[in-house]
Nanobody, 122 residues
Framework: QLVASGGGLVQPGESLTLACTAP????????IGWFRQAPGKEREGILC????????AYSDALKGRFTISRDYVENMVYLNLTNLRDEDTASYYC?????????????????WGQGTQVTVAS
């Protein structure tokens, strides 16, 4: 399973970088997507990065403030969150797109495991 880390409590306007890792699993060979889920709300897709580092946004709403990247040496995928708002408070998860490309469907993300909590509050 993939493990997300790097969350925390931040104030509005601040930034965070989340990391996705999978011990013993080569993320380099798969498209990796991030999604988030707040209590009582549906899963919301954020961004996906292909093996060739092409990025796909699940929605345009988050595309401008959030970016995704890979580190092939460290076997990590990062999600950079900037200008955070209260409504960004949620648990963030990373998963493998089981279509083997960035399909744009959050339902295709599998192997997601432990998420990381991001709380934005004054």
């Amino acid at each position: 399973q993939l493990v997300a880390s790097g969350g925390g409590l931040v104030q509005p306007g601040e930034s965070l970088t989340l990391a996705c890792t999978a011990p013993g699993f080569a993320l380099d060979n798969y498209p990796i997507g991030w999604f988030r889920q707040a209590p009582g709300k549906e899963r919301e897709g954020i961004l996906c990065i292909s093996v060739g580092e092409r990025t796909t946004a699940y929605s345009d709403a988050l595309k401008g403030r959030f970016t995704i990247s890979r580190d092939y040496v460290e076997n990590m995928v990062y999600l950079n969150l900037t200008n955070l708002r209260d409504e960004d408070t949620a648990s963030y998860y990373c998963g493998v797109d089981n279509t083997l490309h960035c399909s744009g469907s959050v339902l295709r993300l599998v192997y997601w495991g432990q998420g990381t909590q991001v709380t934005v509050a004054s």
